[in-house]
């Protein structure tokens, strides 16, 4: 069975520009979050989607959005970009929302601002 | 509010030898708890979770974790490491107050010495 898949893998983008990465999740999971992994932060929830609706959102700007489709697939999009905002994105699905049995995370979209 | 405390930055351990990662968590009702490994340039692999069934947890590859609610701990254990072992581990905790967003503790690097 297909894992999570995130795409693209890598993306350079400069200051000031927007960019949308996308998940899709294992097959029948509805639940789809997004994190965020700097060296300086670590990992930081940025949301949660279930349901094609936000259920839940960590302390990021609003420049940071997102959003679920019907087939559970979701993407992110950040805008106005910052040098600050490089890191690796990782997308993790789970079955429910609470994801008491575990998340299983994609290998994530590494994001360069130049 | 929920939190978990990884105690080692860094562990090296030589082949063959027993590998002990310590993680304190901070959960003011019972927790799920996690442990998640990171090979370089990878996602985040579940190694095992703690969901308030049995207190010693088995996991994937020889690894198993001990929830011990009296001294709020959920350390990480292996008999004897491999190579392959040479990761970073992150204990994590489920916010379940809010959605069961993950929290992650700052991650222990763990090299493994021939």
């Known amino acids: 069975k297909a894992g999570v898949t995130q795409t693209p893998r890598y993306l350079i983008k400069t200051r000031g520009q927007q960019v949308t990465l996308s998940c899709s999740p294992i097959?029948?999971?509805?639940?789809v979050s997004w994190y965020q992994q700097t060296p300086g932060q670590g990992l930081q929830f940025l949301f949660e989607?279930?349901?094609?609706?936000?259920?839940n959102k960590g302390n990021f700007p609003g420049r940071f959005s997102g959003r679920q489709f019907s087939n559970s697939r979701s993407e992110m999009n950040v805008s106005t970009l910052e040098l600050g905002d490089s890191a690796l994105y990782l997308c993790?699905?789970?079955?429910?929302?609470?994801?008491?049995?575990?998340?299983?995370f994609g290998s994530g979209t590494r994001l360069t601002v130049v | 509010a929920q939190s978990v405390t990884q105690l080692d930055s860094h562990v090296s351990v030589s082949e063959g030898t027993p590998v002990l990662l310590r993680c304190n968590y901070s959960?003011?009702?019972?927790?799920?708890l996690f442990w998640y490994v990171q090979h370089p340039n990878k996602g985040l692999q579940l190694l095992l979770k703690?969901?308030?069934?049995?207190?010693l947890v088995k996991g994937i590859n020889g690894f198993e974790a001990e929830f011990k609610k009296s001294e709020t701990s959920f350390h990480l254990t292996k008999p004897s490491a491999h190579m392959s072992d040479a990761a970073e581990y992150f204990c994590?905790?489920?916010?379940?107050?809010?959605?069961?967003?993950?929290?992650f503790g700052q991650g222990t690097e763990l090299s493994v010495k021939p």
């Open positions: 993790a699905s789970s079955l429910v929302l609470q994801g008491s049995y575990g998340y299983t």
């Open positions: 097959s029948g999971h509805r639940s």
């Open positions: 989607y279930f349901s094609e609706t936000q259920r």
């Open positions: 959960s003011s009702y019972s927790p799920s």
């Open positions: 703690y969901t308030s069934a049995a207190t």
């Open positions: 994590v905790v489920s916010d379940n107050n809010q959605g069961g967003k993950l929290i």
